[in-house]
């Protein structure tokens, strides 16, 4: 025969006690998280907002470029300067001048006062380095010019560079009627490129050139004379 457990007693109220012991505290409701990869996306986001634009093909020019330039003309630039430092001219070495940059930011224009070489042109490459100037674009205007307020030349002045050369400057000796700077100027505004600069910058060097050489060879010719080459005892009548 199997033997029966004894029942345990029941106390009356028991279980109500038990339902009456505190359970786990329940934590507040949170609106769920966003996973890592949302975080990493979002810091990344406000990294690239920081950090400095990329460079463009132009301003890459500008930089490589006006550099090498400007380390080639170092020398002709410092004795330039020493040679005016010297003269002791009124003004002093450099004239500086007030001019309109990029988004209409002024700044000073510092060149050489000279013509000679072209170096007056070329002691603004350091502006080129810097960001205030590009090797092509329109000329950089004084403040308060109206050829920089006028209606339509506003928006593109604004949007680019003034240039060390341009294709206003290149073509200022021609004689043709429509070879207006502020044509020209806005004509390279709507036709800019790559393309355009290198062409420009090969015109701006050929011209220099060019006139120099002829200049020497027609000094060369005026030395020449027909008596020269005459042998003794010329005579005309023979």
């Known amino acids: 025969m199997r033997t029966q457990r004894p029942r345990r007693r029941q106390v009356p109220g028991r279980r109500q006690e038990w339902s009456r012991r505190p359970g786990p505290a329940r934590r ?10 949302a975080h990493a996306l979002a810091a ?5 907002a920081l950090a400095p634009p990329r460079p463009t093909t132009k301003r890459t020019l500008d930089l490589l470029l006006g550099s090498a330039l400007l ?7 410092a004795a330039a300067a020493l ?24 700044f000073v ?10 170096l007056d042109v070329l002691s603004r490459l350091p ?22 307020t006028a209606a339509g030349a506003r928006d593109w002045r604004r949007e680019l560079k003034p240039g060390l050369t341009g294709l206003a400057q290149v073509r200022r000796r021609s004689t043709m009627p429509w070879d207006e700077a502020d044509l020209l100027d806005q004509h390279y505004a709507e036709h800019r490129g790559t393309a355009l600069d290198l062409a420009i910058l090969a015109e701006a060097v050929h011209s220099p ?17 027909d008596t020269d080459h005459r042998l003794p005892n ?3 009548a023979e």
Not at 127 to 141: A, F, Q
């Open 28 to 37: 507040p409701w949170q609106p769920p998280q966003p996973p890592r990869t």
């Open 44 to 48: 990344l986001a406000r990294l690239r």
């Open 71 to 77: 380390l080639l003309a170092a020398p002709a630039l």
């Open 83 to 106: 040679a005016l430092a010297v003269r002791r001219r009124p003004g002093g070495v450099l004239d500086r001048t007030p001019r309109t940059g990029p988004a209409g930011r002024p």
């Open 109 to 118: 224009l510092r060149s050489l006062r000279t013509r000679r070489l072209r």
């Open 127 to 148: 502006h080129v380095v810097r960001g205030e100037l590009s090797l092509v674009g329109p000329e950089p205007l004084a403040p308060g010019d109206e050829r920089g």
């Open 209 to 225: 050139l060019r006139r120099a050489v002829g200049g020497l060879v027609r000094r060369g010719q005026a030395c020449l004379s």
């Open 234 to 236: 010329y005579s005309t």
